[in-house]
């Protein structure tokens, strides 16, 4: 554990008056592709080497190592396709925007890293629609790289000449899933696709693809230049690295934090967010309204990947914090989250598609004070018969649904039960609800 | 919601001997996005991105010439365009102002915002101003969430709403009719 102050926000000062947005020459002149430099001379195997060395694992939710995924293309089949996740529609996720606001070019200097091991023809940037101000401000980032020959130059020692574009998404959370983005891409309605094939086989256009977020991409640079061992100095031992936390809500400073992975939520909390507003800390959701809820006693819970295990969560996802304070109410909060996701649901697997919008109704009539006493256990167990883990659907868009609403049950029964009992329905009392 | 099929019915504009994919358009699309990809339709995310700039809206019209103009069938290009949120089929007022309610911005009160969007102008989520300069819309996720409550107002990002001020500053816009494509917001 040895975290020696910011790797990917090294150009974004804590100090909103001192931010300012890093073109080209003012990259270049912070030490900026000079990674990319010391990339080109070396073989595309070595350059893949350290990213698996270096223990990357995603950081766009899953969490899957970066390197083990390059190494799925197959061998020899070309052209091949690398596709960099900026659809960032997860709530309480904004990481990659602030990023991109201030240094765009740290993230196309890690798609010129990453095209060159992988020996990419194309790199296509999905950037969501609502990001208006970013997409103009990568396209206009890469007009200026196009200039200087990072991009639309052959790949040293091949014919293989990189590219690289921006393509705007139009309101769709379910484009943020890589095969959903890969339709998308190609023009379609964003439909997840049933996997297998992978999209390392057959992504993009049919031909191999890589996806890979945007804060992913962003840590190669630094990567390349202090090398894996360093970068698995920060972070624990099955999560190395910096990491960017969003943090919202109810708390008094929200905004974009770097820290190593493993680093308690109380301490960015209270550290780097300024401390919880209006009231004590109740409940936290650690990494996008998907993950689950923590706990008022996991206050203290470590934010890295093993954070699922540890903690009955999903995972730590996107690492977007949404605070809540004690006079929340949690009930109206995870309607907020369950309706976000019966609106977003791509309707393609009924489990999902009915699921999410029956439990968007149960929790209104809860809401409402019309819930009945069975309600408790009915949401409890749609919860185990929706997503990709019970095996329902085709992709987790259910699964982060009934996770959702899974640990709000378990976390703070009280709050939904104390709603059933109070009413009376059509004359006769009503006595609690059964509880699993 | 994505899987609910738009009304056809209701978005049927009669037929205008003048193209909706303008030259201009058409122009862009050939020499900026169909090089991007390897084949046309690919193109049809950034097609729809023009049009909707250009007009605020996509008329029923638009989708055949565009299927006309990408290779493939209309049903195709429905199909596509349907499911984006952002391309609307009907029209709007001038200014579109997209209010966040996801977790974040409900925590810091997007429901005070709505509150005086009623009170000021009179219009509830989905409607428009009789006048055609605002309709209010309520979005998911803008990815602002540090900026709670926040709102779109056609492109640019309003943070930190004060509902007060951010209405006084929807009445200050200039309510000349027509479809507003431009930064004129701010």
Known sequence: MAYAGPVLLKRIPDDPAQRKLYRYADYIATGGYASLKKVLAMLPEDVIKLVVDSGLRGRGGAGFPCGTKWTFLPKDLFPRYLAVNFDESEPGTFKDRYLIDHDPHILLEGIAIAAFANKISTSYIYIRGEYHHEAKLLEAALAEAYEHGIFGQKHPGTDIVSHCYVHRGAGAYICGEETGLLESLEGKRGWPRIKPPFPAVAGAFAKPTIINNVETLACLPAIVEHGAAWFKTMGTPSSSGPKLFGVSGHVNKPGVFEEELGIKMSTLIEKYAGGVKGGKYRAAIPGGVSMGVLGTDQYDAELDFDIGRKYNVLGLGTAGVIVMNDKTDLVVMLRNIVRFFAHESCGQCTPCREGTAWMHKILNRIVDGFGQPQDFDVLAELCLTMGAMPGTTICGLADGANWAVKTFLQKFPEDFKSRLKSRQVQGVAVTGAVVA | ?186
């Open chain 2, 1 to 186: 919601m994505a899987w609910i099929v738009e009304d056809r019915l209701k978005a049927y504009q009669p037929a205008r001997n003048e193209p909706y994919l303008t030259a201009r358009i058409k122009q862009e699309v050939s020499e900026k996005y169909f090089p991007r990809y390897p084949n046309k339709r690919a193109a049809l995310l950034p097609l729809f991105h023009l049009i909707m700039h250009e007009y605020g809206y996509i008329a029923a019209q638009a989708i055949d010439e565009a299927a006309e103009f990408l290779e493939l069938t209309p049903s195709q290009v429905q199909d596509a365009v349907t499911f984006y949120e952002e391309f609307r089929l009907e029209k709007t007022g001038r200014y579109v102002v997209n209010v966040c309610r996801s977790i974040s911005c409900e925590l810091c009160g997007h429901q005070r915002v709505l509150e005086k969007m009623r009170e000021i102008f009179g219009i509830e989520p989905g409607e428009t101003t009789a006048d055609d300069k605002i309709t209010l819309l309520e979005v998911e996720c803008l990815g602002a969430c540090e900026q709670a409550p926040c709102a779109l107002v056609n492109e640019d990002l309003h943070g930190q709403i004060k509902p007060a001020e951010f209405c006084s500053q929807l009445q200050q816009l200039p309510a000349a009719p027509g479809h507003s494509t431009t930064d004129d917001v701010r």
